[in-house]
């Protein structure tokens, strides 16, 4: 049988990975396939690294990809050359799938859109639409026409209410069969130098580099609030970077007043009573993030994807706005509002001192709390569904191209 080709389309980096689960459990299927890939936002990094051939330029844009979270940084999209990218961008969808069977999208609107305007047969992933954040999912005029259209076969949902919501709609072609983000979170059994029973603190501080080093410098100075309350249990704290920000150790620390010895953060004393006095220490890695996330007992994330795979794994989450451009108290509130109960937003603005204070005892307090700790458990199964969504959405594709 002749090889079957297939585009990948995605507007985002989590987007992107998920893309990458979906193209993962393609090959284990053993089908004859050749993948491409397009990354609408960002260097594509995720399709470098599962060695997928990127058809059209790319660009790391100001915003990370958020500016509908700020008309600022659409602005600085702008000035950075977000329209002249777009725009070849689009042309080499159009060069390319001439040749495709199928393409396969993952996003919003503008995944949609670009997958539609391919003329290709196109299945979506529709990452960021949710009934949970309204009651009622709201479309829009264009997007409903997009996934309405024949060449739109499958639009798989992240959740089970949205699914149902749209099927109520009309849109009978919706459908939920797992959430692509919650796979491959199996832990490896690496050695993380953990203390046997004490309670594990989870770091999030996000992949975008420029923001991610500023939300670490955040996370550091409540690690030392948190260590610093009298009344707190026992904690270690590990923190999941992206490999960009190991190099960064050494100015972070010196930054903060912290030191940095082969991975590991140390801030050399904290004072917890009259004669006490104890070393806090952050362990770092940039290659265990599923051991990291199975190993906690908390996450304190700034950031999207990685908090809902910690929520969908049945974690409890304190969140606590930064700067951004991408994790702002507008995007944590969001964030709160698909998640329910298991993420707590500490503030309203970008974290202070007295923000910073509350957050300690959130976490405090949520670690003594056994009742809210099962519950999000349960919440965390409704919210994000079980694993295995990659796979169905795979086979989806297998069984539409006929192998």
Known sequence: MKSKRILFLSNGHGEDSINCQILKALRVS??????????????????????????????????GGVFYMNPLFFLKDIGAGLIALTWQ??????RHSRHCDLVVAT???????????????????????????????????????????????AVFTRDALTAADL?????????????????????TGKDLQLIPGVRTIALLPGSRLREATDNLVLLLQLVKE???????????????????????????????????????LIFPAIKRSFCEEK?????????????????????????????????????????????????????????????????????RQPANSDIIKEAALAVDRTLQDDKYLASCIQNGLERMGRSGGSIKIANYAVNYLGY
């Open 30 to 63: 053993g089908a004859d396939f050749d993948v491409s890939a397009i990354p609408i936002v960002g260097d594509g990094a995720a399709y470098r690294r599962s060695t997928v051939p990127i058809i059209g330029p790319t660009s790391q844009m100001p915003s």
């Open 89 to 94: 961008q689009l042309q080499a969808v159009w």
């Open 107 to 153: 996003g919003d609107i503008v995944a949609a859109a670009i997958a539609h305007a391919s003329n290709r047969p196109y299945i979506i992933f529709l990452s960021a639409h949710s009934s949970y954040y309204e009651g009622r999912v709201d479309l829009g005029l264009i997007l409903w026409q997009l996934l309405s259209s024949e060449k739109c076969l």
């Open 167 to 187: 099927n109520r709609q009309g849109l009978n072609k919706a459908q939920f069969v797992g959430n692509p983000v919650m796979d491959n979170l199996n832990s």
């Open 226 to 264: 948190i260590a610093n309350n009298s009344s707190t249990l026992p904690m270690q704290f590990l923190a999941a970077l992206v490999p960009n920000l190991m190099p960064q150790l050494d100015d972070i620390a010196r930054l903060s007043g912290w030191q940095h010895r082969s991975g590991k």
């Open 279 to 347: 070393l806090v220490e952050v362990m770092c890695w940039a290659d265990a993030f599923a051991d990291i996330l199975q190993q906690s007992s908390l996450v304190i994330g700034m950031t999207g994807t990685a908090v809902e795979q910690a929520v969908g794994l049945g974690k409890p989450v304190i969140a606590v706005p930064g700067n951004g451009p991408a994790f702002t108290y507008r995007f944590a509130e969001a964030q709160n509002r698909l998640l329910g109960d298991s993420v707590q937003v500490i503030g």
